[in-house]
């Protein structure tokens, strides 16, 4: 059997892993400024949308209500918005804000055939979508700009000049993974639940402090009826430098650590 340190550390150094909802991932969309892009939305939940490398700063489209101006860092807005009096009676959305993350969570007002047109704004681009519900439980729609250069991750221009980058990260990952802590790490014990998509308990136990580096050891729970198969994109975000998960498939009622690596010392 493999242990922790030999089943996580080629996960590190392949890049980052992340979880997605039983039967698909998200939808990766190559966009450009001005050019429409089509995408899936659910019709019964939320549907999650990011820009690689940018934050969302506006949403433009026909919105029935929204939370963003009371709760834009909780993603749970939206049912807070359904909870609000219509702005727009005649809207075809609910739109929540996670504006820690940059990221916005939309919901159909009613179902249909009709696709629903918006337009997505960041501080570089305004991407242009045309949206067709589905009969999935949620979604996820992560937008690529190959025209705008990446924003590196904070502090790690300095620490990828040389090997310490590589050993920190090694050194935090087996710290996370470690029934003792490392002398040169502190720890806070937290146990925070945290949303994530339907069907999937997420609890933040701990946060590690130590070479330059903050790390998140989660709990991940398969909470629905069916099997949840883990895949990349979903924990990623710009201050992410890497992301390791112990199981990579969980039956209903199974539970795994997930292991989140940020820049900074800070948590």
């Known amino acids: 059997m493999k242990s922790v340190r030999d089943c996580l550390l080629p996960a590190l150094l392949a890049g980052g892993a992340a979880a997605a909802y039983a039967a698909g991932g998200p939808q990766t969309l190559d966009v450009s400024d001005g050019v429409t892009v089509e995408a899936r939305i659910s019709s019964q939940g939320p549907t999650r949308i990011r820009v690689e490398g940018a934050r969302i700063q506006d949403v433009i489209g026909n919105v029935y209500a929204s939370s963003c101006s009371a709760r834009q860092n909780d993603p749970s807005g939206l049912a807070a918005a359904q909870n609000n009096a219509a702005i727009n009676p005649g809207g075809e959305f609910i739109l929540g804000c996670d504006a820690a993350k940059g990221e916005v969570y939309l919901r159909p007002v009613a179902a249909g055939a009709k696709p629903i047109s918006l337009f997505i704004a960041t501080d570089r681009a305004t991407y242009t979508m045309l949206l067709t519900r589905t009969d999935s439980a949620a979604e996820t729609i992560v937008l690529r700009d190959k025209d705008q250069p990446p924003r590196p991750a904070r502090g790690s221009q300095s620490a990828a000049r040389g090997g310490d980058y590589v050993r920190g990260l090694k050194a935090m990952l087996l710290a996370l993974a470690a029934a003792e802590l490392p002398d040169a790490v502190s720890e806070r014990r937290l146990q925070e639940p945290q949303q994530l998509w339907r ?69």
Do not use: C, K, W
């Open 199 to 267: 069907g999937a308990g997420l609890v933040l136990e701990r946060t590690l402090s130590g070479y330059d580096l903050a790390g998140d050891h989660y709990t991940l729970t398969n909470l629905g009826p069916a099997p949840m198969v883990l895949a990349e994109q979903e924990f990623d975000r710009d201050d992410v430098l890497a992301v390791s998960i112990e199981s990579l498939t969980l039956r209903p009622g199974e539970s795994t650590s997930v292991f989140i690596i940020r820049s900074g010392s800070q948590p």
